[in-house]
C-alpha cells in the first residue's frame, strides 16, 4: 500500500542539493562523482563487503522475487557465471502484451507529479542502488565475467554516475520553460487580451530498454533514468545473460516509487527464458515509444528500421581505431595500450581493434619502430602486464560467453599471429575461462576484409600502412562507413594532431591523444567524457547529452481566458 500523502517522503527536497550540483556538473565538465568508487569498508561501512555478498549468495539457486509485480509464473534460470557455476535463478514471467499495457496504465499520477518529484524519486533510486553497490558487484561479477573490482566500479558507482547524469540533463531540460505564464497582448482600443497559460512536459509513452550482457548497468542506466524522469514508464528487457543486477535495480526502484506514493509498476522487469525472443515483439508494440538498446550491430539496425513507432537509442559496434605517428614516451604508450587491449578480456565497446602504424617505422624515444618490431613489443608489454596470475585474473576477468570464444579462435587463422592467445588459471575460480589478448600483423593494402570487421573481445590488429597520411585516411574511412566508440592518436607533431582531429570531426568520433599515463582511451567518465555518437554508425545517442533526453518528452500547454478582474489590473 502507497503511504498517506502526508507521510509520503519528500525525495525531491532530500536531493535538490545533489540535482543542482549535478546539473552544474554536465556544464562545467571537470571531474566530479557523488558516489565513491573504492570497494572500501571506510566508505561504505565495515558490514558492507560481507553484507554485498551474503545477500548476493541468499539469491542463487531460487526465484527472484518481486513483490506486487505483474504476470504469473516464473521464468526458468539462464544465467551462468563465466566463473563456473550456475546461478538457478527464476525470474517472473510476464508476457510483452501484459508488461507494456501495464505499464501504460500508471502512468497518469507520474506525469502529474512533474519534473522535481520525478527527480528526486530517480536520486533516491540511485541513492539505494549505491549502498547496495557491494550486491551488485557480484551480480555483475558473476554474469558478465568482470573481475570484482571492475564489476563495483563498472557495474555500480560508475554506472550510478551515469544514471544521475542522465536524471540531471532530463530534469533540466524539462525546466527551460516555466510551469505557468500569463500571456497578455495590448489592444488599440478597450481592454488586452489575456491567457494564463500551464506548461506541462509529458513523456512520449513506454519506454523499453533492452541491455546488454557485458555491462547491462552501466550502459542500461541513462536511458532507464532518462525514461522515468521524463515521464515515462520502463520496461526492463536484461539479455538472458545478465538478468540478476538489472533485477535488483527493479526492485529497488519499485520499492522506492512505492514509498513516494506511486505505482511500482512503472519499473516493470521483461526477463525471458531459454530460447525466447520477446525484444523484437515489445520493440514493435505501437504503445512503445522509446527504445534504449546496447547490443550488436545487427539487432540495432534492425531496431533503427522496425521500431519505427518508437524513439530509437542504440550503442552498437565500432572499429576502435589507433594511429601512431611518432611518442617521446614509448614505454608509457606500450604499457598502456596493453592495459588497454587486456583489460576485460578486451570485451567492451571502447577497446581499441586496429592499430595503424606506418609499414617502415615511426620514431621513438627508443629508435624508429617499425610495424612488426612495434607489435612484437606490445605482445611483450602484455606478457609484462599478465605475468602474475593473480593480476592478471584481476585485469583480464572472464570470457563472457562463446561468441567471444568464436571469434578469438577465428583470429588465430588472419594475418600473422605476434601474440596468440593464452589461458590463465584463475587463483580463485578454476572453472572460469580466462583468456589473454590476440595481436596479429596484418597489412593495410591487403587485408582490409579482416580489419573492416569488428572483433569484439581480446583481438586486435597492428596494420601496417604506407604513411601517417593513409593511417588517418584509414581511420576516417573505416569509423565513417563502419562506426566507432573511441578513437586515439600517439604524435609529438602538433601538425599530426591537428590533421587528426580533423579527421576525427569528419567522422564522428571522440578522440584521445597521446594517453601514455593513468587514462586509458577504453575509460570515460561521467559528468566530463561524451560516451558514443550518433555522428557515425556506431551508435544513435550519445551518453549523456540533451539530444539524449529531449526526444523523450513533449511540453503541451493549456491556456483560459485570464479572471477579468485581473485583467483590468493590468
Known amino acids: 500500500m502507497s503511504p498517506n ?13 545533489l540535482l543542482e550540483r549535478s546539473v552544474a556538473a554536465t556544464r562545467d565538465r571537470g571531474f566530479w562523482s557523488p558516489y565513491p568508487e573504492v570497494p572500501s569498508t571506510s566508505v561504505y561501512g565495515e558490514q558492507a563487503p560481507a553484507d554485498g555478498e551474503a545477500a548476493f549468495k541468499r539469491r542463487l539457486g531460487r526465484p527472484f522475487e518481486l513483490p506486487g509485480h505483474p504476470g504469473t509464473g516464473t521464468v526458468p534460470a539462464t544465467e551462468v557465471s563465466p566463473y563456473g557455476f550456475p546461478l538457478g535463478i527464476g525470474y517472473p514471467r510476464v508476457a510483452p502484451a501484459e508488461a507494456v499495457a501495464t505499464a501504460k496504465s500508471v502512468t497518469g499520477p507520474w506525469i502529474a507529479a512533474g519534473p522535481d518529484a520525478r ?30 573490482v571492475m564489476a563495483f566500479q563498472a557495474g555500480g558507482p560508475h554506472a550510478q554516475d551515469r544514471g544521475l547524469e542522465a536524471v540531471a540533463y532530463a530534469w533540466a531540460e524539462q525546466k527551460h520553460h516555466p510551469a505557468s505564464a500569463r500571456w497578455t497582448k495590448p489592444q488599440r ?8 497559460k500551464k506548461f506541462t512536459p509529458v513523456g512520449r509513452g513506454v519506454a523499453l530498454l533492452i541491455a546488454c550482457n557485458t555491462f547491462p548497468t552501466w550502459n542500461g542506466y541513462p536511458g532507464l533514468f532518462a525514461s522515468l524522469v521524463t515521464g515515462n514508464p520502463v520496461v526492463v528487457k536484461p539479455h538472458q545473460g545478465a538478468v540478476l543486477p538489472l533485477a535488483i535495480t527493479v526492485r529497488i526502484a519499485r520499492e522506492v516509487l512505492a514509498e513516494a506514493g506511486f505505482s511500482p509498476d512503472l519499473v516493470i522487469l521483461a526477463a525471458e527464458g531459454p530460447g525466447e525472443r520477446t525484444a523484437a515483439e ?3 508494440h505501437p504503445d512503445v515509444r522509446i527504445v534504449d538498446f546496447t547490443g550488436s550491430s545487427a539487432f540495432g539496425d534492425w531496431l533503427e528500421a522496425n521500431a519505427r513507432q518508437a524513439q530509437v537509442y542504440t550503442e552498437k559496434a565500432g572499429l576502435n581505431t589507433v594511429v601512431l605517428d611518432s611518442t617521446d614516451d614509448y614505454r608509457g604508450l606500450l604499457g598502456n595500450l596493453a592495459f588497454s587491449l587486456a583489460l576485460y578480456s578486451g570485451q567492451m565497446c571502447t577497446t581499441p581493434q586496429n592499430l595503424l602504424v606506418p609499414r617502415d617505422g615511426f620514431a621513438t624515444d627508443d629508435g624508429v619502430k617499425t610495424a612488426e618490431k612495434f607489435a612484437a613489443d606490445l605482445g611483450r608489454a602484455l ?8 593480476r592478471a585474473a584481476g585485469t583480464l576477468g572472464a570470457i563472457v560467453n562463446d561468441g567471444v570464444r568464436d ?8 594475418g600473422r599471429t605476434v601474440r596468440p592467445s593464452t589461458s590463465v588459471t584463475h587463483p580463485d575460480h578454476p572453472g572460469a575461462d580466462v583468456r589473454t589478448p590476440l595481436v596479429a600483423l596484418l597489412d593495410a593494402g591487403t587485408d582490409a576484409e579482416v580489419y573492416t570487421r569488428e572483433w569484439f573481445g581480446p583481438v586486435s590488429f597492428v596494420i601496417g600502412t604506407d604513411s601517417t597520411e593513409q593511417s588517418l585516411r584509414i581511420l576516417r574511412d573505416t569509423v565513417t562507413r563502419h562506426g566507432a566508440l573511441t578513437a586515439a592518436v600517439h604524435s609529438t607533431s602538433e601538425g599530426v594532431l591537428a590533421e587528426a582531429e580533423r579527421a576525427a570531426l569528419q567522422a564522428g568520433v571522440h578522440l584521445s591523444e597521446n594517453l601514455t599515463g593513468g587514462v586509458f582511451v577504453n575509460q ?3 559528468f566530463s567524457d561524451f560516451h558514443g555518437s550518433a555522428a557515425n554508425p556506431a551508435a544513435g545517442a550519445t551518453l549523456s547529452d540533451p539530444a539524449f533526453v529531449s526526444g523523450r518528452f513533449a511540453i503541451l500547454q493549456s491556456r ?3 479572471p477579468a478582474e485581473e485583467t483590468a489590473r493590468v
Do not use: M, Y
Not at 481592454?191 to 494564463?196: F, G, H, Q, R, Y
Not at 606478457?383 to 593473480?390: E, N
Open 407 to 414: 571469434r578469438l579462435a577465428e583470429a588465430a587463422g588472419v
Open 189 to 196: 482600443k478597450g481592454e488586452p487580451l489575456a491567457l494564463d
Open 282 to 284: 515489445l520493440a514493435t
Open 560 to 562: 483560459r481566458p485570464a
Open 5 to 17: 500523502a502526508q507521510d509520503r517522503p519528500d525525495f525531491f527536497t532530500r536531493h535538490q542539493e
Open 383 to 390: 606478457d609484462r602486464l599478465l605475468a602474475d596470475p593473480q
Open 524 to 526: 570515460s567518465a561521467a
Open 119 to 148: 527527480a528526486g524519486v530517480a536520486a533516491e533510486i540511485l541513492a539505494r542502488l549505491n549502498a547496495a553497490s557491494f550486491e551488485i558487484a557480484h551480480a555483475v561479477q558473476h554474469t558478465t565475467g568482470q573481475a570484482f
